[in-house]
Nanobody, 122 residues
Framework: QVQLEESGGGLVQPGASLRLSCAAS????????MGWFRQAPGKEREFVAA????GGRDSVNGRFGIWRDNSLNTLYLQMHNLKPEDTAVYYC???????????????????WGKGTLVTVSS
């Protein structure tokens, strides 16, 4: 059974940085694509960042960076210069293959964590 557990969310002021972590169990992440998505109140879930098995990656903007530590079976999201509009529940996901697919719903992700809340407010 694949499980993903996000951590690192919280309340921060505008302009702050925050690092989210996603610990995976039940699947070795080495050969799978993974990603971060978010859902703001009253809005649909949207793409934040994704990374292939070989390190190829993409993100919604230059303030967010994604990387993985295969030795820890953990995915990370580093966020800089946070804005109030970044407030959302952030979800970690792992794909069913080695690549992510921007043309597919949810980029081809297969399993999802329960999310961690990030609130950006002064």
């Amino acid at each position: 059974q694949v499980q993903l557990e996000e951590s690192g969310g919280g309340l921060v002021q505008p302009g702050a940085s925050l690092r989210l972590s996603c610990a995976a169990s039940g699947r070795t992440i080495t050969t799978y694509a993974m990603g971060w998505f978010r859902q703001a109140p009253g809005k649909e879930r949207e793409f934040v960042a994704a990374i292939n098995w070989d390190g190829g990656r993409d993100s919604v903007n230059g303030r967010f960076g994604i990387w993985r530590d295969n030795s820890l079976n953990t995915l990370y999201l580093q966020m800089h210069n946070l804005k109030p509009e970044d407030t959302a529940v952030y979800y970690c996901a792992i794909g069913g293959s080695s690549a992510y697919y921007p043309g597919e719903v949810d980029y081809g992700m297969e399993y999802w964590g329960k999310g961690t809340l990030v609130t950006v407010s002064s």
